[in-house]
Nanobody
């Protein structure tokens, strides 16, 4: 059974940095894309950043130049380095991965980690 475990959320002040991590575990054959989504208070879940197995990254406009997504394929782990955080970045951040197991390929989600940015 595949699980995604996030870590690294917390409370920071505006302008500070934070890094969140997500490790995939279980009987994994391969991982295609990995990514981070977030859901702020009263908002819908949105894509923040995604990264392909080859390292090609995409970002939503509001985080370009501030956030960096990376992955360690040997550890089945994806990271999101968040710099110059703003109060509007406050949200629950969810890890997402498209994973192939012996049962086939499907999308998996982590349980979420809270990131709170105070002004």
């Amino acid at each position: 059974q595949v699980q995604l475990a996030e870590s690294g959320g917390g409370l920071v002040q505006a302008g500070e940095s934070l890094r969140v991590s997500c490790a995939a575990s279980g009987f994994i054959i391969s991982i295609r894309s990995m990514g981070w989504y977030r859901q702020g208070p009263g908002k819908e879940r949105e894509s923040v950043a995604t990264i392909s197995s080859g390292g090609s990254a995409n970002y939503t406009d509001s985080v370009k130049g501030r956030f960096t997504i990376s992955r360690d394929n040997a550890k089945n782990t994806v990271y999101l380095q968040m710099n110059n955080l703003k109060p509007e970045d406050t949200a629950v951040y969810y890890c997402n991965a498209i994973i192939t197991t012996f049962s086939g390929r499907r999308t998996y989600w982590g349980q979420g980690t809270q990131v709170t940015v105070s002004s």
